[in-house]
């Protein structure tokens, strides 16, 4: 065990002080945020105000189309002959033709444009004209708006769970929104840190450093220290990003509260008011508070499980596929060589974010239940179930499951990290490795 504490201390403090490392971990956060603050701020500015020309010969859309700060509509009372011709020195980006018989004849409808338009442009003026003809021939059939609007309603259910411990409130959205976040996180995990333990394995072997290393330590034990040091660096940065993003919103938020202006106080104080108002109402079984609903959700989940259950399913997973990576790596000479291994590894990986579209659709089919309990999906097939609500005997299973497959795959990734990680020169065949899993 001395020597697996080592290779750990080793690999850890190799890889925390690489200027890479703390480049991504302390910048990471402020990259990621500046990235979306630049595609936002370029999304608000690339927008050009659009002029559209409107020849209505119908006369029944006499300002219906309404100006936004994109498009600014312009009524043309010209033929539509003459309004093609001035087309191009207008300056305007489409001309829309609605002729007489527009009721009648809807598909007579025509958008002449110097270039396509694009297809908001298209939906907008549609939707407009298709709104306004429904209008005309609801009021023609003695409908009024006002009918149409009392004959709105807007279903809001709530789902229940019934289970021995009594009613409880569930909430579908959290438990689809809990359970994407944790599956892809750990889809993120093993991919990244699994290939960094392959990619270091391969450079020691490649640079015959391991040659040196291997004298005193054993092939299990320096795969082994390997392995959780990598897992180590995973989740110290996971950590410090967790704890960073938290510290970049609680500065951010100061930072936009003594922006505000004196003069806003009164405003800010008036919304205090109002919103203390909505709270009367909703107490009284009013109006729903959108902030209140996501907390509702979010108290409706087992959110110790989710947490408990996320630590052993991400450190399962990395296990099982880190030693994968790491027999893989000591298998080849070079990263060229490590493609035609990579494939069957990250094939169930892959599979597996696949399948747990389909099993938010129904948690507890028979997709759901057997790829949850394989030890190759389960990490992230599970944890998209949990919060939607899993039997102990499945999630004891699939624990158990999980733990007889990544010490499976570690014993056969020591079999031949053994062999391969002194043999060069020579292209590593399936068969081949077939063979040093059975060498004594």
Not at 31 to 47: D, E, K, P, Q, T
Not at 148 to 171: A, M, Y
Not at 328 to 340: F, K
Not at 411 to 440: D, N
Request: charged letters at 20%; a positive charge; aromatic letters at 10%.
């Amino acid at each position: 065990m001395r020597n697996i504490f080592l290779v750990i201390r080793r690999e850890y403090l190799v890889r925390v002080k690489k200027k890479s490392f703390l480049i991504m971990t302390f910048l990471g956060p402020l990259l990621f945020a500046g990235f979306y603050a630049a595609v936002i701020w370029i999304a608000m500015g690339s927008v050009d105000t659009k002029t559209v020309q409107v020849i209505d010969e119908s006369g029944l859309f006499k300002n219906e189309f309404k100006d936004s700060e994109a498009i600014k509509f312009k009524y043309l009372s010209s033929t539509i002959n003459s309004a093609k011709s001035n087309f191009q020195k207008s300056g305007a980006n489409a001309l829309v033709y609605i002729p007489r018989e527009v009721i009648r004849e809807p598909k007579g409808v025509r958008i002449y444009a110097a270039k396509n338009v694009s297809m908001e442009l298209k939906g907008d003026i549609e939707k407009t004209i298709e709104r306004e003809i429904e209008n005309i021939k609801l009021s023609r059939a003695g409908i009024t708006h006002k009918i149409l609007e009392d004959s709105r309603v807007n279903v809001s259910s709530e789902t229940i769970s019934l289970s021995d411990e009594g009613e409880k409130t569930s909430s579908s959205g959290a438990a689809t929104a809990i359970g994407v976040i944790c599956g892809f996180l750990i889809y993120l995990s093993v991919l990244i840190y699994g290939t960094q333990v392959m990619r270091g394995i391969t450079e020691e072997k490649t640079n015959r450093i391991v040659e040196v290393i291997i004298s005193s330590v054993k092939p299990f034990q320096l795969m082994m220290g390997k392995i959780i040091g990598v897992a180590l660096v995973g989740l110290t940065q996971f950590s410090l990003w967790i704890l960073l993003t938290i510290a970049i919103s609680s500065v951010s938020s100061s930072l936009i509260a003594k922006r505000v202006p004196e003069n806003s106080k009164v405003m800010v104080q008036g919304m205090d008011k109002v919103k203390s108002a909505e709270m009367a109402v909703q107490q009284a079984g009013g109006v729903d508070n959108p902030v209140a609903e996501v907390m509702k959700a979010v108290n409706s989940l087992n959110i110790p499980l989710i947490i408990g259950t996320f630590l052993f399913y991400f450190i399962g997973g990395y296990l099982l596929y880190s030693a994968l990576f790491g027999a893989v790596g000591a298998a080849v000479d070079n990263d060229a060589d490590t493609q035609q291994f990579m494939f069957p590894i990250t094939m169930p990986i892959i599979f597996s974010f696949v399948f747990a579209q389909f099993v938010l659709r129904d948690p507890d089919g028979g997709l759901a239940f057997w790829t949850s309990i394989i030890p190759f999906t389960s990490p992230i097939v599970m944890m998209v179930r949990i919060p939607f609500g899993v039997p102990a005997w499945e999630l004891i299973l699939s624990m158990v499951l999980l733990v007889m497959g990544f010490a499976g795959t570690i014993w056969i990734a020591a079999r031949i990290y053994r062999v391969g990680i002194l043999m060069y020169g020579k292209k590593v065949t399936y068969k081949e490795l077939a063979k040093w899993i059975f060498y004594k």
